[in-house]
């Protein structure tokens, strides 16, 4: 009997057993997630656990050098960049534009793999740059030289051009670097409405836990290369999980707004007390 008649999903994408690393330098071994399909699933953990590492992984940015990352049931590594490009969109952590190049024409080549001999490009290519420029606010520097924005405005054309792509997969590389508050918020309200209402399945690294708390569906922890826990933000995010992943003592109450984890950090004379014991072996 096949997953399917047994009522088993197959989720579309995986990473089986998968090390990984640059060189000589491993950063993860014997690693396997699976994505929930249509989920906003965020990866959380401190600088160096390999969060971003998985990130490029699961894009095809990253070979594992043992393990195997599924799409739909393939290995991603032999299918045709088109079609991974159709599938799957990906924000790296930092993207660098062509010189010179305007708003409007860096958001558009999200249509790449869209175009081909018997379709060039078209007036709904047109209305889907204009509607993902729209959606991230970049809209009235259209004209303008991506050179010219700030870092903020930058972030948000890179993410105009990963909309346009309209894959049903995106994975973002820390999509609130170089935001302030309000567009930190924006950002990932935008993310929810793509997860909640086209039913995009979306993969973000983030470093603020209370936003990933706040915004994510399924939340994964990671320390030191490995998976520590994954579920649901209600179910997993404690005081105990916060300080073994994090090293970070705290209380975890419920966020007055949404009623999800919000962790509050214990004072700092708390902290030092916490530490001058650990200092003398009590």
């Not at 660098?96 to 709904?124: K, M």
């Not at 935008?190 to 209402?197: G, M, Y």
Request: glycine share 8%; charged share 25%.
């Amino acid at each position: 009997m096949n997953e399917k008649a047994r009522g088993t999903q197959v989720q579309r994408l995986t990473a089986e057993n998968v090390t990984l690393g640059y060189d000589q330098r491993v950063i993860a071994e014997n690693l396997s997630v699976e994505i929930p399909d249509r989920s906003f699933t965020v990866i959380v953990g401190p600088n160096a656990c390999g969060k971003s590492t998985l990130l490029r992984a699961l894009s095809r940015m990253l070979r594992p050098s043992a393990g195997r990352v599924l799409l739909d049931g393939q290995a991603i590594s032999s299918l045709p960049a088109k079609k991974v490009a159709k599938t799957l969109g990906l924000l790296p952590q930092s993207s660098i534009a062509p010189d010179g190049i305007t708003v409007t024409d860096l958001v558009a080549r999200g249509r790449y793999p869209h175009q081909g001999l018997l379709r060039q490009w078209s007036p709904e290519d047109e209305r889907i740059v204009r509607e993902s420029m729209a959606a991230t606010g970049v809209a009235g520097v259209a004209e303008r030289s991506v050179d010219e924005l700030s870092g903020g405005q930058r972030q948000r054309v890179w993410i105009a051009m990963a909309l346009a792509q309209q894959t049903p997969l995106l994975l973002l590389d820390e999509p609130t670097t170089y935001l302030d508050i309000q567009h930190q918020i924006d950002v990932l309200d935008l993310c929810a409405e793509l997860h909640e209402e086209q039913g995009r399945t979306l993969v973000a690294v983030l470093h603020d836990l209370n936003h990933a708390a706040r915004y994510a569906t399924h939340l994964i922890a990671m320390r030191d290369g490995r998976i520590v826990a994954e579920g649901a933000p209600g179910d997993i995010v404690t005081a105990e999980l916060v300080e073994e992943v994090f090293g970070l003592r705290c209380q975890v109450i419920d966020d007055p707004e949404t009623g999800t984890p919000l962790v509050v950090p214990a004072a700092r004379a708390a902290r030092a007390a916490r530490g001058a014991k650990r200092g003398a072996g009590v």
